[in-house]
């Protein structure tokens, strides 16, 4: 039986090497790994991701700072060709100026005063950058973009807290309006039973009193007609309550009498 063969072991220099390959056959094709794609291969390498990731980070910042260098040296060389044109033209008109002005020359006084400062511009221009100069963008261009990651950071705080209030308010206005149709709902309740219970007293209170002699007393006090049997009457403006009333003469002459006692009491 054939000895099983083993699974191949690289070390720290054989895997860059490969990696470093394996990029290069990659660009040479033109294609490009994506960010995934490169996490994924060196997954399967054996490589902590973590350290990809950050691997990944420092190399951005470093093409970051090689763009901003590349962008100040590009903004110099812009300065330097304007300036170049502005003094190549003044000078130019000075020149026209001296020459038809009459005999002495003296244009090249601003041209070689103007030209100095020029070339001195153009110098700095068209030279590499300092290492002094290379860290002073370079920090300068840190600052910039850790700036703008902050006021990412708190432009998307701002919509995440705006769409929270916003998901409160409708959430506050939601349970306003239940509990609205709840208090309605009880309200409505209420009135029923109120309505019906007042309707049973109604009910109640119209039926006909017994026909006693005080009953009879209380609805002629209460303004009935003299002389009235059995009948329905009120207190005379038609707000008062309905009694059955039955009127007798005996009544009527008992209220005669005191009336007459009471007169005669005056006179005394």
Do not use: C
Request: proline letters at 3%; aromatic letters at 6%; a positive charge.
């Amino acid at each position: 039986m054939a000895d099983e063969r083993e699974t191949p072991r690289y070390t720290r220099e054989e895997v860059e090497e490969i990696l470093r390959r394996a990029a290069e056959r990659t660009h040479d094709r033109g294609d490009a790994l994506r960010h995934d794609e490169l996490v994924a291969a060196a997954r399967e390498a054996g490589i902590d991701v973590s350290a990809v990731e950050s691997a990944a980070g420092e190399l951005a910042e470093r093409r970051e700072d090689r763009l901003a260098v590349e962008s100040w040296k590009a903004a110099r060389r812009r300065r330097f060709a304007s300036h170049f044109l502005t003094w190549l033209v003044v000078n130019a008109g000075l020149f026209l100026l001296d020459l038809l002005g009459g005999p002495g020359w003296w244009f090249f006084y601003p041209l070689l005063g103007w030209g100095i400062a020029v070339a001195l511009q153009g110098v700095g221009a068209l030279r590499e950058p300092t290492p002094a100069q290379v860290e002073r963008v370079t920090r300068k261009d840190r600052r910039r973009r850790e700036a703008e990651r902050k006021r990412e950071a708190r432009r998307l705080e701002r919509e995440a807290r705006r769409h929270r209030d916003r998901g409160d308010r409708d959430r506050r206005k939601r349970i306003e309006k239940e509990f609205e149709r709840a208090v309605e709902s009880g309200v409505s309740a209420l009135l029923q039973a109120a309505t019906k219970h007042l309707d049973k007293a109604t009910r109640r209170d119209e039926g006909p009193l017994p026909d006693t002699e005080f009953n009879r007393y209380v609805a002629r006090k209460k303004g009935g007609p003299t002389g009235a049997r059995v009948g329905d009457v009120g207190d005379g403006d038609g707000r008062g309550p309905r009694v059955r009333v039955d009127h007798d003469e005996d009544f009527d002459d008992e209220d005669e009498r005191e009336r007459r006692g009471s007169s005669r009491k005056l006179r005394r």
